[in-house]
């Protein structure tokens, strides 16, 4: 089964500053990769998801982006980050094997100070 | 406009009675629905699914009833555990052909020894 990696878990960073996220899948190839933002007494609000390498489709405008450089590698990113980017942001992937079961990282917890 | 609520943010329940967390959605055309569970700063892990073609499913000590006529479905925990303190979200996706998950806000439970 495939398993998601994550990295940092945990991340202060000072308004205006940038960010970087990763997100790795291993145990799969071709997977269908989402980011997912939870914040403070909401759900779980889709950001980003790609079909393929270069593949990225918005959900939300704001002020981050994602990247797809390889078949298993999810990157979240901002240049200039915001109070409101705090929050538990999650990577997921969707697989073949499990049309609709998606799977879920441990979390990175960013704090926007 | 929220697809899929979950209207209780919030259930407390003695260990061993029932727990009866409560799923509505809006659109008629979902196919495929889940529940997972989230402890504190973990990601989601899949807990039970259910078809629209079916109206219960079973696993162990978790049961979904689905109502497609009422656009609700409901997650039945017997008997409940405080490992079972998590939050619970609710998912909906449009079935085949479709990798995305619409979920909702979330209920909290809490199971009281």
């Known amino acids: 089964s495939q398993t998601i990696h994550q990295w940092p878990a945990t991340l202060v960073q000072p308004v205006g500053s940038p960010l970087s996220l990763e997100c790795t899948v291993e145990?799969?190839?071709?997977?269908?990769l989402y980011w997912y933002r939870q914040a403070a007494g909401r759900g779980l609000q889709l950001l980003f998801y790609?079909?393929?390498?270069?593949?990225i489709s918005s959900e939300v405008p704001q002020n981050l982006s994602a990247s797809r450089p390889q078949d298993r590698q999810f990157i979240l990113s901002s240049k200039k980050l915001l109070l409101s980017d705090s929050g538990f942001y999650l990577c997921?992937?969707?697989?073949?094997?499990?049309?609709?079961?998606?799977?879920f990282g441990p979390g990175t917890r960013l704090t926007v100070t | 406009d929220q697809q899929v609520k979950q209207n209780s943010p919030s259930l407390s329940v003695q260990e061993g009675r029932i727990s009866i967390l409560n799923c509505d959605y809006t659109?008629?055309?979902?196919?495929?629905f889940l529940w997972y569970k989230k402890y504190p700063a973990e990601g989601p892990t899949f807990l039970i699914s259910?078809?629209?073609?079916?109206d219960k499913n079973e696993d162990g000590r978790f049961t979904v009833f689905l109502n497609k006529s009422a656009k609700h479905l409901s997650l039945h925990i017997v008997p409940s555990q405080p490992g079972d303190s998590a939050v619970y979200f609710c998912?909906?996706?449009?079935?085949?052909?479709?990798?995305?998950?619409?979920f909702g806000k979330g209920t909290k439970l809490s199971v009281i020894p």
């Open positions: 259910i078809s629209s073609i079916k």
């Open positions: 790609s079909v393929g390498i270069g593949q």
């Open positions: 145990g799969t190839s071709n997977p269908n």
């Open positions: 659109n008629s055309m979902f196919d495929y």
């Open positions: 997921a992937c969707f697989t073949a094997r499990d049309p609709y079961e998606q799977y």
């Open positions: 998912a909906a996706n449009l079935g085949a052909g479709s990798y995305q998950l619409t």
